[in-house]
């Protein structure tokens, strides 16, 4: 992951679809660390989301590229790992909503023991997080995202109720059904 000209972030995730938050977050992440690139991560099967089949990985790929192909700082990456502590390794920075931060956080990822998160968390390069809908976790830095994206959801895009929340690379996947993988 490293890159001669400085810090190199990644922000893993589904992407189903990628929205206008997503965005202001690789963002705020970029602007706050430094970041010469942001990796957006997928894994090949997402953890907790192994029943996704629509869209197809190669759709979610594809999009993302798009995104990131006019913005020289964003990267694209697959990767089959699947917890955040190993896809973040290598990485000078990982960047996550309030909402992973805390499951990265609960012991019941780590077969219930809070010794096995404490030994994973110490492995963790510089966590940025961003808040979301009122949840701003203490003790981790916070990304300044404005606070109208805090409430932008992904399933709320895939669910039909906010359309204008999804990126326009993305809409042409939309209009071809990409909300059908919605489990």
């Given at each position: 992951?490293?890159?001669?000209?400085?810090?190199?972030?990644?922000y893993?995730?589904?992407?189903?679809?990628?929205?206008?938050?997503?965005?202001?977050?690789?963002?705020?992440?970029?602007?706050?660390?430094?970041?010469?690139?942001?990796?957006?991560?997928?894994?090949?099967?997402?953890?907790?989301?192994?029943?996704?089949?629509?869209?197809?990985?190669?759709?979610?790929?594809?999009?993302?590229?798009a995104?990131?192909?006019?913005?020289?700082?964003?990267?694209?990456?697959?990767?089959?790992?699947?917890?955040?502590?190993?896809?973040?390794?290598?990485?000078?920075?990982?960047?996550?909503?309030?909402?992973?931060?805390?499951?990265?956080?609960?012991?019941?990822?780590?077969?219930?023991?809070?010794?096995?998160?404490?030994?994973?968390?110490?492995?963790?390069?510089?966590v940025?997080?961003?808040?979301?809908?009122?949840?701003?976790?203490?003790?981790?830095?916070?990304?300044?995202v404005?606070?109208?994206?805090?409430h932008?959801?992904?399933?709320?895009?895939?669910?039909?109720?906010?359309?204008?929340?999804?990126?326009?690379?993305?809409?042409?996947?939309?209009?071809?059904?990409?909300?059908?993988?919605?489990?």
């Amino acid at each position: 992951m490293a890159d001669p000209r400085g810090a190199v972030g990644c922000y893993p995730g589904s992407f189903n679809p990628p929205t206008v938050a997503h965005l202001a977050v690789a963002e705020a992440a970029v602007a706050a660390a430094g970041l010469v690139r942001l990796d957006l991560v997928v894994s090949t099967v997402a953890l907790a989301k192994e029943d996704m089949s629509v869209p197809t990985l190669a759709d979610r790929l594809a999009v993302l590229d798009a995104v990131a192909a006019t913005r020289p700082w964003l990267g694209v990456v697959r990767t089959d790992r699947q917890l955040i502590v190993d896809i973040a390794e290598g990485y000078d920075a990982v960047v996550v909503g309030a909402d992973k931060w805390r499951q990265v956080n609960d012991p019941a990822w780590y077969d219930g023991d809070p010794l096995a998160r404490d030994a994973a968390l110490a492995r963790l390069p510089r966590v940025l997080v961003a808040p979301r809908a009122g949840d701003r976790p203490d003790g981790v830095e916070l990304l300044d995202v404005h606070e109208e994206l805090h409430h932008v959801s992904a399933t709320a895009v895939r669910d039909g109720a906010r359309p204008e929340w999804l990126l326009p690379e993305a809409e042409r996947y939309w209009r071809e059904g990409w909300q059908r993988g919605h489990q």
